[in-house]
């Protein structure tokens, strides 16, 4: 069920109801007892998460842009693996593995 802001015109009360889309809009203030207890305007208060969406799937070039995206990672975490060990990369080795786990796939 959706929320809507209501204020009344004459003693300038704001409450938010929860109504069904199928009630009938509220018109007597429950402070003063006016009848001028308006719906108000609002943004909506949700947002739409997940796959299938234009936002995520959609907007800015379309789904091509996810793998293009994980391609561009997947690059540069394989780069280390990727270069030859010798004596000289094995200080550098060292100290980079220092951040990682022991069960560390990377090293």
Request: net charge neutral; hydrophobic share 40%.
């Amino acid at each position: 069920m959706p929320i809507y802001a209501y204020k009344c015109d004459a003693c300038g009360h704001a409450k938010d109801v929860l109504q069904k889309m199928s009630d009938d809009t509220l018109t007597d203030c429950p402070v003063c007892g006016a009848p001028k207890f308006n719906k108000q305007l609002t943004a909506p208060g949700f947002q739409l998460k997940g796959t299938g969406w234009y936002a995520t799937d959609f907007k800015g070039g379309g789904v091509a842009a996810l793998p293009a995206a994980a391609g561009t990672a997947a690059d540069t975490v394989s780069t280390p693996s990727a270069t030859p060990a010798s004596d000289s990369a094995a200080p550098a080795a060292t100290a980079s593995a220092a951040g990682c786990a022991a069960s560390c796939a990377c090293h």
